[in-house]
């Protein structure tokens, strides 16, 4: 199991996400490409920056690396903290990556089914620690947060416990 960021940046992410249980990613021009899609379903990465480069040019070419993530290297089970104003969500993966049906009229490319572990409205710094919240600010679409794996689960732990962060609390906690 991974831990990743993904920020729903894009044509309707997060309605998707809150409505649907949907994780999307845009990039629909791949997933209209049948070399692309062989390439990300055989997981082959030199022809994926080659039809990848075809498709885009120089121009985004650091952005594949979103889409590879999110397309060839995330798996079911893998725990994804989707940072949103003022909050942020945790989900797990589900089944497995696929073209979105809405690939031809929005630019959402590819999708997986998500359960959502928590959701929290209120103020990040409440549950995440200071590490979580500089990731959250990051500006890549999909990002391996396996280093803070301790702190995804904490802010989950703190969130289910009814436990926000709270320094004359936790200064209580430790002397006890």
């Known amino acids: ?18 409505k649907e249980n949907k994780l999307t990613i845009g990039f629909s021009d791949c997933a209209n490409n049948e070399q692309m899609l ?15 480069r075809d498709i885009y040019g120089g121009s985004i070419w650091r ?36 073209e979105s049906p809405l690939r031809g009229i929005k630019d959402i490319g590819f999708e997986w ?23 959250m600010k990051c500006y890549q679409t999909t990002a391996d947060i ?3 794996a301790d702190s995804v689960n904490n802010a989950i732990k703190r969130f289910l416990e009814n436990r926000p962060f709270s320094l004359p609390t936790e200064l209580a906690d430790k002397c006890r």
């Open 113 to 135: 089914s998500v359960e959502k572990i928590i959701d929290i409205c209120g103020p990040r710094e409440a549950y995440a620690s200071t590490a979580l919240l500089s990731r």
């Open 38 to 52: 062989e390439a990300i379903k055989q997981n082959k990465g030199n022809e994926f920056d080659a039809i990848y």
């Open 63 to 98: 952005s594949r690396w979103s889409l590879w993530y999110f397309t060839c290297v995330m798996k079911a089970g893998d725990i994804v903290v989707v940072p949103r104003d003022g909050g942020f969500s945790v989900c797990k993966l589900l089944d497995q990556v696929r």
């Open 1 to 18: 199991m991974k831990y990743w960021i993904h920020r729903c940046k894009y044509q309707g992410g997060y309605e998707h996400f809150d």
């Open 146 to 148: 396996g280093d803070l």
